[in-house]
């Protein structure tokens, strides 16, 4: 056996042990713009993919400033004190003139990284489609087979990261602010029908009859919308990371929301066609790398451009010649 395979195994077995360095360095390999480190990471996820699936998926998104990191850390606190084991996924905004995460990889949930029975991984977004990492959902798996029962996504909160990351949980939970109600804080209604529940976080001191408030216009708003699932009728909670109140709440709301999923079939159904979904966005990904890495159409992509550009050739005539020398 050579020793790169040996040290597949033994990294392997490091995951399912819960080895936290060694999770992240698999989770690196997957990110790796390498082809021969993603290649890695690849072939270990597919030993530990039989060992996946077991975890509690949790989505948290909500517009700047609400107090997301706060709320997750409050909320894995109060699981680890349970027995859980929790990992997050804090998915930072990547600079568009970088590429780099704009937060660094700071960690923003100090008390949380310091649990041991915690795994915090902070990573750029890439500038993938709606800020959520292109790798996230492989990150996922990892934390899963490592025995981490909660698997906690935040998201930027901006453009369609809304949509990437209810494509990957099995709740979906958004974070309002208080004192914003009559506005519905410019939330718009797409996000409301894909939220499991709403949540009006920094309920507390002078701000909490401004969050009773909001609880009660967003409360109204969802009552016109048509629920997503006839399995479940989302719900708008009142919390205080700072505080910790409401915290119990929103976790028992997470168990109701599984268990009734659960029961009717809705939970498996949802989660298969979350993985088939995944496998043609990868297929997607795939040929539009091989597309432009092809010679011939890398040869004409400049040009036909610049023709576009002048208006000498439509959009769609361009595309069609692309499209027809890479079928040759």
């Not at 606190?77 to 996924?89: F, K, P, S």
């Not at 409401?246 to 976790?251: A, H, N, R």
Request: charged share 25%.
């Amino acid at each position: 056996m050579s020793a790169r395979a040996r040290v597949g195994l033994e990294e392997i077995a490091a995951i399912q042990q819960g080895d936290r360095q060694a999770m992240a360095k698999a989770i690196t390999l997957l990110e790796s713009k390498r082809p021969e480190k993603a290649e890695q990471g690849r072939a270990i996820l597919e030993e530990l993919v039989p060992h996946t699936g077991q975890s509690m998926r949790v989505g948290v998104t909500g517009p700047p400033g609400v107090g997301k990191s706060s709320f997750i850390e409050s909320l894995g606190i109060y699981l680890l004190e349970r027995g859980h084991r929790v990992a997050v996924l804090a998915v930072d905004p990547s600079s568009p003139v970088t590429g780099g995460s704009i937060l660094g990889d700071k960690t923003r949930m100090d008390r949380l990284a310091q649990q041991e029975r915690a795994f915090i991984r902070p990573s750029p977004s890439g500038g993938s489609l709606g800020g959520v990492a292109e790798r996230t959902r492989e990150a996922m798996l990892i934390c899963e087979a490592a025995g981490y029962d909660v698997v906690i996504v935040e998201t930027v909160g901006i453009g369609q990261s809304e949509i990437s990351v209810r494509s990957m949980v099995d709740f979906f939970l958004v974070l309002l602010q208080p004192g914003a109600g009559d506005e519905l804080q410019g939330i718009k209604k797409g996000v409301l029908e894909l939220a499991d529940t709403l949540v009006v976080n920094k309920a507390d001191g002078a701000q909490l009859e401004a969050a009773d408030r909001c609880v009660g216009d967003h409360s109204r708003a969802l009552s016109l919308l048509h629920p997503q699932s006839a399995n479940w009728t989302p719900r708008v909670l009142s919390a205080s990371a700072l505080e910790g109140a409401g915290i119990e709440e929103v976790w028992q709301t997470i168990l109701e929301h599984t268990a009734a999923l659960e029961s009717s079939g809705e939970r498996q159904s949802r989660r298969r066609e979350q993985a088939r979904a995944w496998m043609w966005s990868l297929v997607e990904e795939g040929l539009h790398e091989s597309f432009r890495a092809h010679p011939a159409v890398a040869d004409r992509i400049e040009s036909l451009e610049r023709e576009v550009q002048n208006l000498e050739k439509t959009p769609a005539a361009a595309a069609r010649s692309l499209l027809e020398t890479f079928q040759r």
